[in-house]
């Protein structure tokens, strides 16, 4: 691997494009470090610290995940990716009951580019409400519950207003490296942003398990942590390369005096078909319970959400969010690949499978083997996102465990 590495920085243009990639991600870690303008760093470093001791931080987690820490920090760069990923699941969704975007999905790579141009306004608009509801917690001193010093230095209207346009703007500056690094870099930009933020977590909390414990326990525990993550990410590799391959025949046909088809090809069904996307819908779905808790404090099923949902180490949180990843699995699957597309495409163009008739006997065959693919990979995405309350169940603490599907 470090033979491959070292060719490719001989080689000048993939050089140019890794060095640009790094300079990129330099540059978003900075803005994710940076605070945004009217805001008492002092203060907000301590009731992180408080936070990161107690629960305060647990209905943010996620955002604060994908934000690499700048959420909690009030950072200029504070919402991360979240508000894109966000506004391209929705469009996601809206392409299969808006019949203009599916039009435009399938007009190819003008209607992509048309879809996209959309996301990025969704994107600004979902900025715009994040921004606002993180910032009014954080002047209203909510950000952090049990926390009483002042966040910011001035609460009123123009510079709060300065520093919702300065998140926002973050947000775009984000979006527009992320697109850079899909052009100008190495893979697709906004994974690439991704896997940033994600592991820039990594260092603190491989770290906070190691001093979870006294003397050569607490390196036991991190050497031991260290070997589950690498089965991990050997079972994660695994999996997401792993699919079902259906060979597809094309029949040879006329056209002209020229002869087409008689090609054989493949329709490659992954076994995660949905990615991390169900994982992400049900960590949305828990936090709505939490919400309503916080609006709600002294209601008994307040009182009980509290108990149960706050935090990952109950069987009842857990048991719902297994259920939540694997209903997800199916629903977005259900949206993303459709049987009856596919069959009508193939039969236009003269494909069959062999064996099997072409038209409605293919969509049954598609659908069969589909639902039957999607179950292991709905077990294996609620399986790695177990991973974080089984360590908290053998190591007894709250430190973010870094290979897991959700955070603490």
Same mark, same amino acid.
């Given at each position: 691997m470090l033979s491959a590495f070292a060719n490719a920085l001989k080689t000048? @243009?993939?050089r140019r494009k890794i060095l640009f990639t790094l300079f990129i991600l330099a540059v978003f870690r900075l803005g994710s470090v940076i605070p945004a303008p009217n805001v008492n760093l002092v203060n907000?470093?301590?009731?992180?610290?408080?936070?990161?001791?107690?629960?305060?931080?647990?209905?943010?987690?996620?955002?604060?995940?994908f934000s690499g820490g700048a959420l909690l920090q009030l950072a200029i760069f504070a919402l991360g990716i979240m508000p894109y990923i966000t506004a391209s699941i929705i469009l996601q969704l809206l392409t299969v009951v808006i019949p203009r975007l599916e039009t435009l999905k399938k007009e190819g790579a003008a209607g992509t580019a048309k879809i996209t141009q959309y996301t990025r306004y969704l994107t600004l608009v979902l900025a715009v409400l994040n921004a606002t509801a993180f910032v009014t917690l954080a002047v209203n001193g909510q950000l952090f519950?049990?926390?009483?010093? @002042?966040?910011?230095?001035? !609460?009123?209207?123009?510079?709060?207003?300065?520093?919702?346009? &300065?998140?926002t703007a973050g947000t775009g500056v984000i979006m527009w490296m992320g697109e850079l690094v899909t052009d100008r870099g190495i893979g697709n930009g906004m994974s690439v942003m991704i896997f940033t933020q994600i592991a820039a977590q990594f260092p603190a909390?491989?770290? %906070?398990? !190691?001093?979870?414990?006294e003397g050569a326990a607490g390196w036991l525990a991190f050497s031991v942590v260290m070997a589950i993550g690498l089965l991990v990410m050997l079972g994660v590799? =695994?999996?997401? #390369?792993?699919?079902?391959?259906? +060979?597809v025949q094309y029949a040879k046909r006329m056209v002209g005096r020229r002869l087409f088809g008689g090609s054989t090809t493949y329709i490659p069904l992954k076994v995660n078909q949905a990615g991390v996307i169900p994982v992400i819908f049900a960590s949305s779905m828990l936090?709505? +319970?939490?919400?309503?808790? #916080? =609006?709600?404090? @002294?209601?008994?099923?307040?009182?009980?959400?509290?108990?149960?949902f706050v935090r990952g180490d109950t069987w009842i949180y857990n048991l719902v969010f297994s259920g939540l990843i694997v209903f997800f699995t199916y629903f977005y699957v259900a949206i993303t690949f459709d049987p009856v597309e596919v069959a009508d495409d193939m039969k !236009?163009?003269? %494909? =069959?499978?062999?064996?099997?008739?072409? %038209? !409605?006997? &293919?969509?049954?065959?598609?659908? =069969?083997?589909?639902?039957?693919? &999607?179950? +292991?990979?709905?077990?294996y995405l609620a399986t790695i996102s177990l991973i974080p309350a089984l360590a908290f169940i053998a190591f007894g603490t709250q430190q973010n465990f870094p290979f897991g599907g959700r955070p603490f």
């Open positions: 000048p @243009d993939l907000v470093d301590a009731c992180r610290a408080e936070a990161q001791a107690g629960e305060s931080a647990g209905l943010y987690s996620m955002i604060n995940l519950q049990g926390c009483n010093r @002042d966040l910011v230095y001035d !609460k009123g209207i123009f510079p709060v207003i300065v520093m919702i346009l &300065t998140m909390a491989l770290w %906070g398990i !190691k001093e979870s414990r590799i =695994f999996i997401e #390369q792993s699919q079902r391959r259906i +060979p936090y709505l +319970p939490v919400l309503y808790a #916080q =609006f709600q404090p @002294d209601s008994p099923v307040s009182s009980w959400i509290a108990a149960n !236009k163009y003269g %494909g =069959f499978i062999p064996g099997i008739r072409a %038209g !409605k006997p &293919t969509e049954d065959y598609l659908a =069969f083997v589909l639902s039957r693919i &999607t179950a +292991p990979g709905a077990l």
